[in-house]
């Protein structure tokens, strides 16, 4: 139910709404989410056999993130290219409430601009992450909110290509 009303409320923006465009919500949050990470990234890559970075990130998981990282100019890019909409961007269980046939969503703190298909990010890594499906049962959530997000978008008037959903 909250991917389908989560649709609904990212599908407005690609229906005609205008995207609200008061100063204090982020045009690029993701981007500067990302970039915030800089200080960080460049600790792991010089720092590899830190017992921290060891511990967080063993095996080849150390060289992935670093994959990751070295392409991340680009895939945010790619992301900003992607049809773009308001989002909450934590959205996940503990933040969202079914009230009357309803959801309800607190914590507004990432508030911002993201593609379409973003709210399903913190909906399913965070189900994950914070231990409330298991690991067998994640494609399971990931189909079942992708096409309840793609329901949303529809009822609310967008029928545009579902591979820009699951790209961004």
């Given amino acids: 139910m909250a991917a389908r009303h989560l649709g609904r409320f990212n599908g407005a923006y690609l229906s005609g709404q205008a995207i609200p465009a008061e100063p204090w919500i982020p045009r690029n949050w993701l981007r ?39 392409e991340h100019a680009h895939t945010l890019e790619l992301l900003e290219s992607l049809p773009q909409v308001l989002c909450h961007q934590d959205a996940f269980r503990r933040n969202l409430f079914a009230r009357g046939g309803k959801t309800v969503a607190i914590d507004w703190g990432y508030l911002g601009n993201a593609p379409v298909g973003a709210e399903l990010v913190a909906l399913i890594a965070a189900s994950l992450g914070f231990w409330e499906i298991s690991a067998e049962r994640v494609l399971d959530l990931d189909r079942l909110c992708f096409e309840s997000y793609l329901q949303g978008l529809r009822e609310a008037g967008w029928n545009g290509d579902p591979r820009l959903v699951r790209t961004g």
């Fill in 32 to 70: 500067m989410y990302v970039e915030h990470a800089a200080p960080a990234m460049d600790f792991i890559k010089k720092q590899p056999d830190h017992p921290m970075i060891r511990r967080m990130f063993p095996g080849i998981v150390h060289a992935q993130i670093l994959a990751d990282w070295d």
